[in-house]
């Protein structure tokens, strides 16, 4: 039996009836259709949270804006992953204060750095004008909190709730013809640096019935682009008595009628199998692009980091997926100066960084995360020599890139028309999700194209079209 707890349908048409009465009493407070100002911080999994969040505003009656002065509503939903996306939204927040005073709007904070208690308490002390913060367990209860400030006219904290799934929760997505499809929530792989277990609770995954009803609405809805989203997509399906792996959950969204392309992320290496590259090669929707963070390609910085794979397992996957795809584009993270890494166990970061040839990578230093084992450890480096570092590792990388963007020139490639800027310019990513702009007009947006390479720059490419699909 799975151990998954889903949220009852009950609970649910609850949070709509909280929802209808908030909407009669925003309408009374604000004497008009309310606005809402939504920012979300950190990676896609909260995106696409606030995606649903928008969705539940939505039905409440609300209109969006871009602007927070015309906003009656303020929602940020927050990242804890690194100290800098914390201290930014202490920033942002700090700076709401005088809006809140002169506007009088309800000021929302939630996500994965008000889920830690420390933060909690210093907003709850040190920012009064915060009406409603709330945790990663309980997004579906927005409604209801809503309800609750309006009518007691008190502050709402909630921290609590369980690892659970919430089906039936309205989505408003951000895209037109790309869009986020959550796959499973959580994490259970604690590498010693990280936040995210912490935050965001145990591993879940949702069933393939839901997730094929949503991608298939996707489809029906003209979505183009689905990328599905997980801590660790690899482990989907682990704990559930349903059978599908991630392997087999690729192929079934591969099999739905449509012309569509799917992307993933995020791989981890210690699950990541040759029964998934086989299905990456079969599955002729699933873009050429895979993106396995490595974080160290030391082995003793990997094992103090708890990551479970070692620099040779990781380059034998690295074989075996070029062996079956040849052309596959490979992405990477990488965390630069983790406590005690000295400067000879960096080069053999960069000495795997030459040795793969990534497409492109996200580069971080190293970010003591309180609660986190790693943020006990020696740290002897100071900030200055992990950025130099960091400054070698960037060139070492950009040569790489340029001189895999420059490969392409020449090439005829299959793009989506994401993105046009008002300048006759399209922008599409290749299958290998590398950016490329085009000449072009709005009506070809969300249409394939062929497009020719014509040039490379550093971190995108210039093409010119050669045919465009229905
Ligand atoms: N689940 C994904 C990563 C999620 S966090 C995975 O395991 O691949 C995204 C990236 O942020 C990580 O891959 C890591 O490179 C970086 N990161 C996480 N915690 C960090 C920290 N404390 N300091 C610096 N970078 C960190
Ligand atoms: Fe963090 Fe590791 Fe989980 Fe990724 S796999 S979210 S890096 S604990
Ligand atoms: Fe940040 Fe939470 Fe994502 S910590 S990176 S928003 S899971």
């Not at 004008?129 to 990663?136: A, Y």
């Not at 959580?186 to 949503?214: K, L, M, Q, W």
């Not at 020599?385 to 490639?413: F, P, S, T, Y």
Request: include cysteine.
């Amino acid at each position: 039996m799975s151990k998954t707890i889903t949220i009852s349908a009950e609970e649910i048409s609850r949070q709509r009836e909280y929802g209808e009465k908030a909407a009669t009493l925003l309408y009374n407070k604000f004497s008009r259709k309310p606005r809402a100002f939504v920012h979300t911080y950190g990676c896609q999994q909260n995106v696409s949270d606030s995606e649903r969040m928008k969705g539940m505003l939505m039905e409440m009656g609300f209109d969006f804006t871009e602007e927070t002065e015309e906003a009656d509503l303020i929602l940020f939903n927050t990242c804890a992953v690194r100290e800098h996306a914390e201290n930014r939204v202490f920033g942002n927040v700090g700076a709401l204060k005088k809006h809140k005073y002169k506007h009088g709007c309800i000021i929302i904070l939630c996500g994965c750095m008000t889920q830690q208690q420390s933060v909690a308490e210093k907003i709850k002390e040190s920012y009064p004008f915060v009406d409603i913060l709330f945790g990663t367990r309980v997004i579906y209860r927005l409604p209801e909190f809503i309800y609750r400030h309006l009518s007691t006219e008190k502050r709402v904290f909630e921290l609590g709730g369980e690892d659970s799934i919430a089906e039936g929760l309205p989505v408003r997505r951000d895209g037109e013809f790309k869009g986020w499809l959550p796959i499973m929530y959580g994490c259970n792989n604690f590498c010693t640096y990280c936040i995210v277990p912490h935050v965001r609770g145990r591993e879940r995954s949702r069933s393939p019935e839901d997730i094929i009803a949503e991608a298939k609405d996707m489809i029906a809805a003209g979505i183009k682009d689905i990328t599905l989203l997980g801590q660790n997509v690899n482990s989907y399906g682990k704990g559930e008595d349903h059978g599908v792996n991630f392997a087999k959950l690729l192929r079934m969204i591969n099999d739905l009628d449509g012309d569509f392309q799917i992307r993933f992320m995020t791989s981890h290496p210690r699950d990541c199998t040759l029964e998934l590259l086989d299905a990456m090669r079969d599955c002729k929707k699933v873009c050429r692009h895979l993106h396995l963070p490595f974080q160290s390609g030391n082995n003793r910085v990997l094992a103090a980091m708890n990551r479970h794979y070692d620099r040779e397992k990781y380059l034998s996957l690295i074989k075996a997926a070029r062996e079956r795809i040849p052309d596959i584009s490979l992405t990477s993270d990488i965390i630069v100066g983790f406590p005690g890494e000295t400067y000879e166990e960096f080069c053999d970061t960069l000495s795997l960084v030459k040795e793969v040839r990534f497409t492109s990578l996200f580069t971080f230093i190293y970010s003591a995360r309180k609660g986190t084992p790693a943020a006990e450890m020696p740290d002897p480096y100071t900030h200055e020599e992990k950025a130099k570092w960091m400054g070698e590792l960037l060139k070492v990388q950009e040569d790489i890139a340029a001189e895999r963007n420059a490969a392409l020139v020449g090439k005829h490639l299959r793009v989506l028309c994401e993105e046009y800027h008002g300048d006759g310019k399209i922008f599409g990513r290749t299958s290998g999700n590398v950016g490329i702009s085009f000449d072009g007009a709005p009506e070809m947006l969300g249409r394939f194209a062929t497009v020719e390479v014509t040039k490379a720059l550093n971190w995108i490419l210039e093409g010119k079209i050669i045919t465009l699909e229905e």
